[in-house]
């Protein structure tokens, strides 16, 4: 299939480079500028429906921090426009003087005025809390914000590999497993803390890297979710869970470490996780990526499993045309190419701005809603942003 | 549209009585009989793939419970078959010996020996529980289980309308709500419990009447699966959510109640809920019951919203045939008609037995097994078992 592909000439280079831009700056950033903010509390408002109307105030942790850490990126990396700052600071503030909790615990939901209205026993909100703080410490130069992001960030470690100490309870017939999404934000996190400085935190990245490789099995060419905690597979509906946008996007995690530590193994091990799950998880019937499978080929538990979400579709973009960059082979611009026309012919809404982030199998609409509890400025903007540098980088070297 | 249906003759009774009788007897019982028993621990294995195949030896407490009831209750109403009243014993003494917790909290899901693997923060494996105990007290004649289902069911009272009582957090942003979900079972529970007689919990009894009808809104004609404590609408996506299936369970329940209870006007209401859910839950694109709708006309958030699930259709089977048996109208006849039409062209497995429990919306099987984590015998054979004695006695007065 890859031999018929031709790579792209500067001239296609630009025009995407152009239209990633556009998606980004004149769709996806406004929407969420123009309509998130809640200008009585601080912080945005999270339940925006399809033109941006606000259909529910509850607010979001994951998104909260999410929006704070994006708006800053975007300060600082593209434009220094005040309303970006602004409202970074905005989210910042509301999640440190309204929403925190005791021992460094940050609500998953709260009121619009920052009540909790539920705390997972989980660790994911204040990993995004971090995320917030460290760029918005760079944005907005204050550095009282990274080391409090350093603080948090040891808080997280400290939970991370046993989620007890965040309230989870433990049940005697309990299969012992091991998620790939821990060490996967852990090296994202650090990554943004460090701002992808090696030298710090070396023994946690090479860690995390570990344990993430706990999860690829090469034999089979796949990713699981789930594995033991000596990395032997469960045969389980969990054990065996494949979620392929989720490996695709532990592929860039892993593959930006590689570069920064010069290590090529690692380097390759990446492309082979982003293609193998694309392979396997592109659907050959209607397109686009499912969102679970089982590795046994059965049913996967999850009722939502063949649908199609936003979130996998923005991670294989970057993925995609990451490793594009790096191996100029046709099968990672193969894959860039199909993934950008099935997302861009099926998610934007050129209407009101913004993504639709649920589509059945065959790539309708289920959900007219752009922001919910599990979507906000982060995936759609974040992929439009390391595509669009990354295409200007790809451009100038043409 | 109803003016054109004709009501049924007798020869139309004789033949939709044997056709479910066929079905219960003939695949959906033997599917569970042949393929769920664990002779080595006692109980029941939940997960079967389509062919009845053990994919996941977990065990599930509310499906546990469910099922004990239902062979107890085929044992004592269609055929004094040893096997059945074994095999609910056998899933009585494993929840009872095995399973139990202190306090009279049972796990959500365990190990295939019994070991916790979960407990839920909820009261409805502990409800299944007591329909167990209660329907097989009376297959095996044995009245001490009575006794320990009511003991459980007082425990289930105590905790039903204060969950933090079975461990859930409150926090202060949380909008207070009632669950429809907490006064139809407790209808279920004691109408199973006292076998019919109104006479004991009638207090009880009402105070369930009183808090299902506060979810009934007449000028809407909706049923909200939450609202505020005083039966108050609440403007958000909880307080929209329209679950045209369980409003048509609840339907049924009530209905129950009022024949024994002899009210008229309750009777009449509850017809109104079981015709007005299933009018606004049809779906007039691709047929069949839609899982959620917004009452607002939004997107509701659940993913699974719009696919089509097996057990709101078995619901509403009975619930239409219960209906007409008592209006004799031809609304109900019509709403049923199409309700076993498109049931039975879409949900039963000819090859293998039982029924698939999850299509998309265009009716398409997105998911083969037959007994999931929320899959059980239940729904269906309890839907054909209670359509089945009520077509024989509208054929004999046919």
Same mark, same amino acid.
């Given at each position: 299939?890859?031999?018929?592909?031709?790579?792209?000439?500067?001239?296609?280079?630009?025009?995407?480079?152009?239209?990633?831009?556009?998606?980004?700056?004149?769709?996806?950033?406004?929407?969420?500028?123009?309509?998130?903010?809640?200008?009585?509390?601080?912080?945005?408002?999270?339940?925006?429906?399809?033109?941006?109307?606000?259909?529910?105030?509850?607010?979001?942790?994951?998104?909260?921090?999410?929006?704070?850490?994006?708006?800053?990126?975007?300060?600082?990396?593209?434009?220094?426009?005040?309303?970006?700052?602004?409202?970074?600071?905005?989210?910042?503030?509301?999640?440190?003087?309204?929403?925190?909790?005791?021992?460094?615990?940050?609500?998953?939901?709260?009121?619009?005025?920052?009540?909790?209205?539920?705390?997972?026993?989980?660790?994911?909100?204040?990993?995004?809390?971090?995320?917030?703080?460290?760029?918005?410490?760079?944005?907005?130069?204050?550095?009282?914000?990274?080391?409090?992001?350093?603080?948090?960030?040891?808080?997280?470690?400290?939970?991370?590999?046993?989620?007890?100490?965040?309230?989870?309870?433990?049940?005697?017939?309990?299969?012992?497993?091991?998620?790939?999404?821990?060490?996967?934000?852990?090296?994202?996190?650090?990554?943004?803390?460090?701002?992808?400085?090696?030298?710090?935190?070396?023994?946690?990245?090479?860690?995390?890297?570990?344990?993430?490789?706990?999860?690829?099995?090469?034999?089979?060419?796949?990713?699981?979710?789930?594995?033991?905690?000596?990395?032997?597979?469960?045969?389980?509906?969990?054990?065996?869970?494949?979620?392929?946008?989720?490996?695709?996007?532990?592929?860039?995690?892993?593959?930006?470490?590689?570069? &920064?530590?010069? &290590?090529?193994?690692?380097?390759?091990?990446?492309?082979?996780?982003?293609?193998?799950?694309?392979?396997?998880?592109?659907?050959?019937?209607?397109?686009?990526?499912?969102?679970?499978?089982?590795?046994?080929?059965?049913?996967?538990?999850?009722?939502?499993?063949?649908?199609?979400?936003?979130?996998?579709?923005?991670?294989?973009?970057?993925?995609?045309?990451?490793?594009?960059?790096?191996?100029?082979?046709?099968?990672?611009?193969?894959?860039?190419?199909?993934?950008?026309?099935?997302?861009?012919?099926?998610?934007?809404?050129?209407?009101?701005?913004?993504?639709?982030?649920?589509?059945?199998?065959?790539?309708?609409?289920?959900?007219?809603?752009?922001?919910?509890?599990?979507?906000?400025?982060?995936?759609?903007?974040?992929?439009?942003?390391?595509?669009?540098?990354?295409?200007?980088?790809?451009?100038?070297?043409?």
């Amino acid at each position: 299939m890859a031999g018929a592909v031709t790579l792209p000439a500067r001239a296609d280079l630009s025009a995407l480079r152009r239209r990633y831009e556009t998606e980004l700056l004149e769709s996806v950033v406004p929407f969420w500028t123009r309509h998130s903010p809640d200008r009585v509390n601080g912080g945005y408002f999270n339940c925006l429906d399809r033109d941006g109307s606000v259909y529910d105030t509850t607010k979001f942790g994951w998104l909260q921090g999410r929006q704070v850490w994006m708006l800053a990126k975007l300060y600082r990396t593209v434009d220094q426009r005040p309303e970006w700052l602004e409202l970074a600071l905005s989210g910042a503030r509301f999640l440190r003087e309204r929403c925190l909790l005791p021992g460094g615990r940050m609500p998953f939901s709260m009121t619009a005025d920052g009540r909790a209205v539920y705390v997972q026993r989980k660790i994911f909100t204040e990993c995004f809390y971090v995320l917030a703080l460290a760029e918005l410490s760079r944005a907005a130069g204050d550095p009282s914000l990274l080391r409090e992001a350093e603080e948090e960030l040891e808080r997280v470690w400290s939970w991370a590999f046993d989620w007890t100490k965040v309230g989870r309870p433990s049940y005697p017939g309990e299969t012992p497993k091991r998620s790939l999404a821990v060490p996967m934000i852990l090296l994202n996190l650090i990554e943004e803390v460090t701002d992808g400085d090696p030298r710090r935190y070396s023994a946690e990245v090479e860690e995390c890297i570990r344990l993430v490789r706990l999860h690829v099995k090469k034999d089979t060419r796949r990713v699981h979710e789930y594995v033991a905690p000596d990395g032997s597979l469960i045969d389980s509906p969990d054990g065996r869970l494949l979620n392929p946008g989720h490996a695709i996007e532990a592929g860039w995690f892993l593959q930006h470490w590689a570069r &920064r530590l010069g &290590r090529e193994d690692l380097s390759r091990e990446a492309v082979d996780i982003v293609r193998w799950s694309f392979a396997e998880g592109w659907d050959q019937v209607h397109g686009g990526l499912s969102y679970f499978l089982d590795a046994g080929g059965l049913s996967p538990l999850p009722l939502e499993s063949s649908m199609k979400l936003w979130w996998p579709h923005a991670e294989a973009l970057y993925a995609h045309l990451l490793d594009y960059s790096i191996t100029r082979e046709a099968a990672d611009w193969e894959a860039f190419q199909r993934t950008d026309a099935w997302t861009f012919s099926h998610f934007p809404d050129p209407k009101y701005g913004e993504w639709y982030g649920y589509l059945d199998r065959r790539g309708e609409v289920t959900h007219r809603f752009k922001g919910g509890p599990y979507k906000g400025c982060f995936h759609v903007p974040r992929a439009l942003w390391l595509c669009w540098r990354l295409l200007q980088r790809l451009e100038a070297e043409a």
